[in-house]
C-alpha cells in the first residue's frame, strides 16, 4: 500500500481512486506540496525544543530505515527485505530515486546562489563587475545553445533517426545545431564550439596552471635541512623518476631478469608503493573507516553537537 | 651612489625568479611534444592485471565504464578512457557509459567514445544503441548508489538523451552485477575518489572492478589490489601509456610521455639547484665558524 502510494505513476487504483497515471502525479505533487507547506510551517512556527526533536526525530526515521533494511535477513527467494508487510528492498530503491531529485535541487540552489551573488556584483558595480557580467554573459550562452541544439530532440522522438534523411524539417539552423554526419567528430554549432573549444581547454588550463605551482613550489620549500627531509627527498626522487621512461633510462642496463632487477628504478618505485605505500594507506583507511562510523553514529542518534542540535539564542 | 650588492651562488642558486621557473618548465615539456622523442616504457604489474581482466571477459555481457572525470584531469584521464575503450572496441565488449561525480563527464565521454571507434575503424559497425550507450550524469549519493547496485533497470530509467533503457538493445534486461548478472565489469576512469563508492556498493556483487585514476590517487588504491577488490589500475597518464604500449595502440599517451618525462627530470634538476644552495650556505657557515 505504501508503495503503491507513494510510487503514483505504478501504484494501484485502489489506492488513488483515480485511473489515470498523469492525474495520479498531478495529484501526488499537490499533495506532496501541502505536505511539505504544512510541515515546514510547523517547523517555522515550533520553539526551539519542538524544532530539535524534530530534527532529531527525522534523522533517526532516516538512518533506522536503512538499518533495518540491511539487519534483517532477506527471503531465501526473492532476496528482498519486508518488515511487516512492507517491502524495504523496493522502498529502498524508490527512496533513492528521491534522493536525485532532492539533490537536483541543490543544482538549482547553486545557480540561484551564483546568480544573486553575481548579480549583485553588478548592480553596486563592485570592484571587478565585469567578471560577474562575463559569468552571466558564459552562463546563458552555453546553456540557451545547449538548449537550442536538442530542442526538437525532446518533442520529436524520431528525430534521432530521421535527423540526416532528406525531407526532414530541421528546426534549427546548422550552426545551432549541426547534424552533417561528416561533422560528427566536431559538430559546427555553437554549442560544440563553446564546450570543446572553450570550456574543455580552459578547464584543463586552469589545472595545468596546478604544474608550474608545484615546480615553483618544490624547488623553494624542498629542502634538506633534516634527516627526516632527506629520506622524504630520496623517496620522492625514486618515485618521480621511476614513474617515467626517462628515469626508468637511468637502470636500464640492469637486466630485467637478472639477480639484481630489484635494483632497477621502476622496481623500487614498485616496491615503494605496495610494501611500504601500501600498508601505510590501509592503516589510514582503516582510521578513516573507524572514524566515519564513530561520526555516522553521532549524528544518527543526535549525539553531534553543531546546526540544529546547539540552543539558540 | 651606493654599489649593486653582489650575489654569491648561494643566492643565485636559491632564489631563481619563479619566472624563469615557469619558463624553463614549459621549455622542457614542449621540446619532447614538438620533437617527437619516442621513449622506452616499461609496463608495470597493476596494467597488465587490468589486460588480463579485460581479456577474461565474457562476451555476452557488458562493461560498465564509469566516466567520472571533467576537462581539469583530461591530460590524464582522457587517454586513460579512450586506450580502455578502444581495446574494448577490439575484443567486441559492449560497453554502457555513465558517470556520477560530474555533470560535463557524459559529454567528454561520449566524444571519446565517438572518436576512438573512428579510430578503430569501426564506424560502421558499432552502434551508439546496439554496441554501446551513454547513460549520462546521475548524482551518487548512498541511497541511489544502494539501489543502483541492488536494480540497474530501477536506478537508470534512460539514456542521457532520456531514451528509455527498453528500447536501447545494449541496455535491455542489464540490470545486475556480478557472475550471476549481466555486467561483468565495471572500470572507473576517474578524477576524483568515486571508486571508494564501488567498493563500498559493488565489492559483494563478485563484478571485478578496474581502476583509471590521475597520479596522485594511485598510491591509496595499492592496498584494494592487493585485497584483490580491485584487478588493474591505470596510473595516469603513464598508465595509459603502458595500456596503449601493452595493446599495441597508437595513442596520444605514449607520444606524451616523453613531454611529462622531461617535466620530472626538470623538476629534479630545480631540487638539486634548491639544495646545493643550502650546502654551499652550510660550508660557508661552517668556514667562518
Redesign the interface.
Known amino acids: 500500500m505504501i508503495l503503491g502510494l507513494i510510487n503514483p505513476l505504478t501504484g494501484t487504483d485502489d489506492i488513488w481512486i483515480v485511473g489515470d497515471p498523469w492525474y495520479r502525479l498531478i495529484i501526488f505533487c499537490l499533495l506532496a506540496a501541502l505536505l511539505c507547506t504544512v510541515v515546514l510551517g510547523a517547523i517555522h512556527m515550533a520553539g526551539n525544543q519542538a524544532t530539535r526533536l524534530l530534527v532529531m526525530g527525522c534523522a533517526f526515521a532516516a538512518g533506522l530505515f536503512?538499518v533495518l533494511e540491511f539487519f534483517i535477513p532477506p527471503d531465501a527467494k526473492s532476496q528482498e527485505v519486508s518488515l511487516w508487510g512492507v517491502n524495504l528492498?523496493q522502498m529502498?530503491?524508490i527512496?533513492?530515486?528521491?534522493?536525485?531529485v532532492v539533490?537536483?535541487f541543490t543544482?538549482l540552489l547553486g545557480v540561484y546562489n551564483l546568480v544573486h551573488i553575481h548579480g549583485n556584483n553588478i548592480r553596486r558595480l563592485r570592484k571587478g563587475w565585469g567578471y560577474s557580467l562575463s559569468f552571466f554573459i558564459a552562463f546563458l550562452a552555453m546553456t540557451v545553445s545547449a538548449f537550442a541544439r536538442?530542442w526538437q530532440?525532446?518533442f520529436d522522438p524520431k528525430y534521432?533517426e530521421l535527423k540526416n534523411t532528406a525531407g526532414y524539417q530541421l528546426w534549427m539552423p546548422s550552426w545551432v545545431n549541426d547534424v552533417d554526419p561528416t561533422h560528427?567528430?566536431m559538430p559546427h554549432d555553437i554549442f560544440s564550439v563553446l564546450?570543446?573549444g572553450f570550456?574543455?581547454?580552459?578547464?584543463?588550463t586552469?589545472?595545468?596552471i596546478l604544474?608550474?605551482y608545484?615546480?615553483?613550489a618544490?624547488?623553494?620549500a624542498?629542502?634538506?635541512?633534516s634527516k627526516e627531509a632527506a629520506v622524504l627527498?630520496i623517496t620522492?626522487?625514486i618515485m618521480?623518476?621511476g614513474?617515467?621512461?626517462?628515469?626508468?633510462?637511468i637502470t636500464?642496463a640492469i637486466p630485467?631478469d637478472g639477480f639484481w632487477h630489484g635494483l632497477?628504478i621502476?622496481e623500487i618505485s614498485?616496491f615503494v608503493?605496495?610494501t611500504i605505500?601500501?600498508?601505510v594507506?590501509?592503516a589510514i583507511?582503516f582510521g578513516l573507516g573507524l572514524g566515519a562510523l564513530g561520526m555516522a553514529l553521532r549524528i544518527w542518534l543526535s549525539l553531534e553537537r553543531g546546526t540544529y542540535f546547539e540552543e539558540t539564542s | 651612489m651606493q654599489p649593486l650588492p653582489t650575489r654569491n651562488w648561494e643566492d643565485i642558486l636559491g632564489k631563481?625568479d619563479?619566472r624563469l621557473?615557469?619558463i624553463g618548465?614549459?621549455l622542457f615539456t614542449l621540446a619532447p611534444l614538438v620533437g617527437r622523442w619516442a621513449?622506452?616504457?616499461?609496463t608495470?604489474?597493476p596494467t597488465k592485471m587490468l589486460k588480463k581482466a579485460f581479456d577474461g571477459l565474457p562476451q555476452d555481457k557488458v562493461v560498465l565504464i564509469a566516466s567520472d572525470w571533467?576537462?581539469?584531469?583530461?591530460?590524464e584521464s582522457r587517454p586513460q578512457l579512450t586506450a580502455v575503450v578502444r581495446y574494448l572496441l577490439r575484443k567486441k565488449l559492449k560497453f554502457i557509459l555513465f558517470s556520477v561525480t560530474t555533470?560535463?563527464s557524459p559529454?567528454?565521454g561520449q566524444?571519446v567514445v565517438?572518436?576512438a571507434i573512428?579510430a578503430e575503424g569501426m564506424k560502421d559497425t558499432w552502434q551508439y544503441g546496439t554496441h554501446w550507450a551513454n547513460m549520462g550524469y546521475?548524482?551518487a549519493?548512498a541511497?541511489?548508489?544502494?539501489?543502483?547496485a541492488?536494480?540497474i533497470q530501477?536506478?537508470m530509467k534512460n539514456d542521457w538523451?532520456?531514451?528509455p533503457l527498453a528500447k536501447l538493445d545494449v541496455t535491455r534486461g542489464v540490470d545486475k552485477f556480478g557472475p550471476e548478472g549481466q555486467v561483468s565489469m565495471l572500470v572507473d576512469v576517474t578524477g576524483s575518489s568515486s571508486i571508494d563508492n564501488w567498493y563500498a556498493y559493488l565489492s559483494p556483487s563478485k563484478v571485478t572492478i578496474g581502476l583509471a585514476c590521475t597520479?596522485v590517487m594511485?598510491?591509496?588504491q595499492?592496498?584494494f589490489l592487493?585485497s584483490g577488490q580491485l584487478s588493474g589500475l591505470l596510473?595516469?597518464m603513464?598508465g595509459a601509456a603502458e595500456f596503449e604500449q601493452l595493446t599495441e595502440q597508437k595513442g596520444f599517451a605514449l607520444a606524451a610521455?616523453?613531454g611529462?618525462?622531461?617535466?620530472?627530470?626538470?623538476?629534479?634538476i630545480?631540487?638539486v639547484?634548491?639544495?646545493l644552495s643550502?650546502i654551499l650556505g652550510t660550508m660557508k657557515k661552517r668556514a667562518r665558524g
Open positions: 536503512y528492498t529502498s530503491g527512496i533513492g530515486n528521491a534522493n536525485q539533490a537536483g543544482f536538442d530532440s525532446f534521432d560528427a567528430l564546450f570543446e570550456y574543455r581547454n580552459m578547464d584543463a586552469m589545472f595545468s604544474a608550474f608545484i615546480v615553483s618544490a624547488y623553494r624542498f629542502r634538506i635541512r627527498m620522492a626522487v618521480m623518476m614513474q617515467v621512461p626517462l628515469g626508468q633510462a636500464a630485467k632497477r621502476e614498485q608503493l605496495n605505500n601500501g600498508p594507506q590501509r583507511g | 631563481i619563479r621557473v615557469y618548465l614549459f621513449l622506452p616504457l616499461n608495470t604489474e571533467d576537462a581539469g584531469t583530461q591530460a555533470p560535463t559529454q567528454l566524444t565517438e572518436r573512428e546521475r548524482i549519493n541511497p541511489w548508489l544502494r539501489n543502483f541492488r536494480s530501477d536506478a538523451k532520456g531514451v597520479g594511485a598510491p591509496e595499492y592496498p592487493d596510473t595516469g603513464k610521455m616523453a611529462q618525462s622531461f617535466a620530472h627530470l626538470y623538476i629534479f630545480m631540487l639547484l634548491g639544495n643550502v
